[in-house]
């Protein structure tokens, strides 16, 4: 069974930076899409960003131009750096990984942006 644990989140004031890490337990990671979603309380889960394992992205409209996801195969992990960051980007944060049929959420980390 492939475990996710995600870290970073915290609280940043309007502007600032997190970069936030997910750590997969499985060797598969390399061959998975990983996603970045994020739900804010009353909204539904939404996709922040995806990246392939060759590497190519996608983004929300939202992020775009301020938020950059990128991983690291040796390290079975993936990250978000969020830069720029505004009040709305206020979320619990999830990662996913999809392998065929497979699919694992980690658990969340919180961020909240301060006005």
């Known amino acids: 069974q492939v475990q996710l644990v995600e870290s970073g989140g915290g609280l940043v004031q309007t502007g600032g930076s997190l970069r936030l890490s997910c750590a997969a337990s499985?060797?598969?990671?390399?061959?998975?899409?990983m996603g970045w979603y994020r739900q804010a309380p009353g909204n539904q889960r939404e996709l922040v960003a995806v990246?392939?394992?060759?590497?190519?992205?996608n983004y929300a409209d939202s992020v775009k131009g301020r938020f950059s996801i990128s991983r690291d195969n040796a390290k079975s992990t993936v990250y978000l750096q969020m830069n720029s960051l505004k009040p709305e980007d206020t979320a619990v944060y999830y990662c996913?990984?999809?392998?065929?049929?497979?699919?694992?959420w980690g658990q969340g980390t919180p961020v909240t942006v301060s006005s």
């Open positions: 990246i392939t394992s060759g590497g190519s992205t």
């Open positions: 996913k990984l999809n392998w065929g049929a497979l699919e694992v």
């Open positions: 499985r060797s598969i990671f390399s061959f998975a899409t």
